[in-house]
């Protein structure tokens, strides 16, 4: 049973940090890229930061230079460093992995982790 766990998150005020972490569990197939999506009320999900098996990563625009992802292949994890935090950061974080198969992507999700920046 592949299980996604995620960590971290809270309240913080504006220009505060963060931290996430997400544990991988029970996934046979080899993990390509992980990374973290979040959710605003009334908004659509939307990337935050992905990493692939190598570290080479990558940022949404409006994180670029605050967040930092990074990765530990020997234990199946995921972080987001949070920093400079706005109000407008405040969402539902989400981890999110990749396997690959052959050419076959598979997509887990996490159960999400809620972040609140207060100005």
């Known amino acids: 049973q592949v299980q996604l766990v995620e960590s971290g998150g809270g309240s913080v005020q504006a220009g505060g940090s963060l931290s996430l972490s997400c544990a991988a569990s029970?996934?046979?197939?080899?993990?390509?890229?992980m990374g973290w999506y979040r959710q605003a009320p009334g908004k659509q999900r939307e990337l935050v930061a992905t990493?692939?098996?190598?570290?080479?990563?990558n940022y949404a625009d409006s994180v670029k230079g605050r967040f930092t992802t990074s990765r530990d292949n020997a234990k199946n994890m995921v972080f987001l460093q949070m920093n400079s935090l706005k109000p407008e950061d405040t969402a539902v974080y989400y981890c999110n992995v990749q396997t690959l198969r052959g050419v076959t992507v598979t997509s887990y999700w996490g159960q999400g982790t809620q972040v609140t920046v207060s100005s």
């Open positions: 029970g996934i046979l197939d080899r993990i390509n890229v």
């Open positions: 990493i692939t098996r190598r570290s080479t990563t």
